[in-house]
């Protein structure tokens, strides 16, 4: 795939230019994937794609399958697999997405799940004229300076989270992950923790709470951090094992496409998650 690259961030992040994306051979895919396997976000610009190319693109960088969004407002209409993320509304006032333009929390897409599609990919048709910006916070193990002590008992540790009240296309579950992951190919480990996880099974609820705060002082650094000004055309792709990410708050219009994808499992860390206790479902 000879494009021209640029580094994002010094330790995460690729931008890849003059590459077509509806026009993909199946070597030019497998560099796709070595890549984010390596940077664990992808920026490619200028991309004028449909759902169903947005569609047939992610289903190729995966492993054929892919998951819908948690909240059904966001499904899109001409492909449930993808979603749209918008504050726009049709001319009789009907939401046409998930609307929400505040800062969001820090997370991983799916964490909540047994089994998430790890894999994730944001395109931009309209950016927000004032704010909107997508960041992004590397949990590339190697670059976060955590002590070989520290490091040796999150590898015994497991913590959990549960999927908000308004996460209407899910099952409500506890579900427990291991804290640190390991890339089956590379070997390269990530810390699986968010701003969403509730506690660590075996720990009490203070020192859970302490860790926690431990380990985002690492992963929420500023030197860690690359925050994502949307192009019109921009498409993202990333591994949300590699890293956790969240909205910006915005003012005025905003429309990006989402999709979640399941990752190969030769290539990628993808957790397998154990339901630690039921929730009463929602109606």
Not at 1 to 22: K, N, Q
Not at 130 to 142: E, L
């Amino acid at each position: 795939m000879a494009s021209a690259e640029t580094r994002l961030h010094p330790r995460f992040g690729l931008e890849i230019r003059s590459r077509d994306l509806r026009q993909l051979t199946t070597t030019d895919i497998d560099e796709i994937r070595s890549k984010l396997q390596h940077y664990a976000v992808l920026v490619f610009r200028d991309q004028l794609l449909t759902d169903e190319d947005l569609f047939r693109l992610c289903t190729a960088v995966g492993d054929g399958r892919m998951d819908q969004s948690a909240e059904r407002i966001a499904l899109s209409p001409a492909n449930g697999a993808i979603s749209n993320l918008t504050n726009l509304r049709t001319e009789d006032n009907t939401p046409i997405g998930f609307g929400r333009n505040d800062t969001d929390y820090w997370h991983s897409d799916q964490e909540y799940r047994k089994s998430p599609a790890t894999l994730g990919a944001l395109y931009c048709l309209i950016p927000a004229e004032h704010g909107g910006d997508t960041s992004f916070a590397s949990t590339i193990v190697d670059t976060l300076g955590l002590s070989d002590d520290l490091l040796a008992t999150l590898r015994t540790l497991k913590s959990t989270r549960r999927p908000a009240p308004t996460h209407d296309n899910v099952e409500h579950i506890e579900v427990a992950h291991p804290v640190v992951l390991r890339n089956p190919e590379t070997g390269r480990e990530v810390l699986y923790v968010s701003e969403h996880v509730i506690r660590f099974p075996g720990l009490e609820d203070e020192e859970g709470r302490a860790l926690k705060q431990r380990i985002l002082s690492h992963v929420l650094a500023h030197e860690n951090i690359y925050r994502h000004e949307w192009r019109m055309g921009d498409l993202l792709l990333f591994d949300n094992t590699q890293q956790i990410h969240r909205r910006e708050a915005f003012e005025g219009m905003r429309w990006l496409k989402s999709a979640k994808i399941f990752a190969p499992i030769d290539r990628f860390a993808v957790p397998q998650g154990d339901v630690v206790r039921m929730e009463e479902v929602r109606a």
